[in-house]
């Protein structure tokens, strides 16, 4: 099993929590991260500090665009494994600058993939997302759908990383594991993201926009269950199959050592729902501005799981409501509301 592990994206959302787990699990981690001023900085600042204080841990800044840092990072740590997670995130977000998205998502990804031959790694993790599914409309989304309809320039990023990541394994016979993620939600979570918006206003007495009049619906994941799933799929290596041949409903490349995976909980929660769960754990009512659908969002993911599954005998199970519950405690914890 490999036991040292480079993660991007580290003082992220997920990072972060990633990372605490590979530690608790023994593993020596390194952590590069940009640190860029896209959300608070103190909230990473303060997801690295919980992670310093285990001495397997080690904390790089430096932004991926930066080939030259991350090569050196990369040779001195000699990872076993690299979980690429660092990204320009937020759907909405590429609406306003497009070129952050291209800096980070592919100029990053292509250096952090660079990397990863060069020291022949024994398995390259990439995150990827559930925007990648675009227009598509046939629920649950399955991984060995085609998924040619990307709606935003952040998900057509990560889809052009999924394609890099393709002809990197198939060329240097690097195993590659892409994994989507369907609405990531819990503690320590990003202020733009809507579960923190949402309380954030609730308990200020602010209205809260709902898109598309609340006919909306997502996959929502908790995140202690999605860094589950993302260890456990560091022991799934995806082999090149012998003579193309790949068991029906994998999505196993024919010609190469590379596979997606979905990570979500398998369920459709609606929009209202998703905001009633809010009020009830804040005990308070949430003034609704209900709005039309937004450029570039969706109506509806939705995962299939099943892969995830096959492969690890895990998938994600917590219950929104459990999660939402969690996540506010931790919210009035940390902000003192």
């Not at 991007?8 to 990633?18: N, P, Q």
């Not at 629920?139 to 990197?168: C, N, R, V, W």
């Not at 096959?310 to 931790?330: C, H, K, M, N, S």
């Amino acid at each position: 099993m490999s036991r040292k592990i480079l993660v991007t994206g580290s003082a992220g959302f997920i990072g972060y929590h990633l990372s605490q787990l590979l530690l608790d699990e023994g593993f020596a981690v390194l952590g590069y991260d940009g640190m860029t001023d896209y959300y608070d900085v103190a909230l990473k600042q303060g997801r690295h500090a919980m992670l310093r204080e285990n001495a397997r841990f080690t904390a790089v800044e430096g932004m991926l665009e930066d080939a030259t840092l991350l090569d050196k990072v990369a040779d001195d740590f000699a990872p076993d494994a690299i979980i690429h997670l660092a990204a320009q995130a937020g759907v909405r977000y590429s609406l306003e600058n497009p070129r952050a998205y291209i800096d980070s998502n592919i100029v990053g990804t292509f250096n952090v993939m660079e990397a990863a031959r060069r020291l022949g790694v024994d398995h390259l993790l990439m995150a990827s997302t559930s925007s990648v599914y675009g227009a598509n409309t046939a629920m649950p989304f399955i991984e060995t759908e085609t998924a040619d309809t990307q709606l935003t320039i952040y998900a057509a990023t990560k889809k052009a990383t999924e394609s890099m990541g393709h002809s990197y394994a198939h060329l240097w016979n690097l195993p590659t594991t892409m994994f989507r993620f369907f609405t990531v939600y819990g503690p320590w979570g990003r202020p733009d993201m809507a579960l923190c918006k949402f309380v954030e206003a609730i308990l200020e007495d602010r209205a809260i926009d709902i898109y598309n009049r609340g006919e909306m619906y997502r996959d929502f994941t908790y995140v202690e269950d999605l860094v589950r799933a993302i260890r456990l799929l560091i022991d799934a290596v995806p082999q090149r199959p012998e003579g193309g041949a790949v068991a029906e409903g994998d999505s196993l490349s024919p010609v190469a050592p590379y596979r997606v995976v979905n990570i979500g909980n398998s369920g459709k929660v609606s929009l209202l729902d998703f905001v009633d769960a809010i009020e009830d754990s804040l005990g308070k009512k949430a003034i609704r501005n209900l709005m039309e659908m937004q450029k570039g969002d969706v109506p509806a993911t939705w995962a299939d799981a099943s892969l995830l599954e096959r492969l690890t005998g895990y998938r994600p199970r917590t219950d929104v409501r459990e999660g939402i519950a969690r996540f506010v405690d931790w919210y009035r914890d940390y902000y003192r509301k």
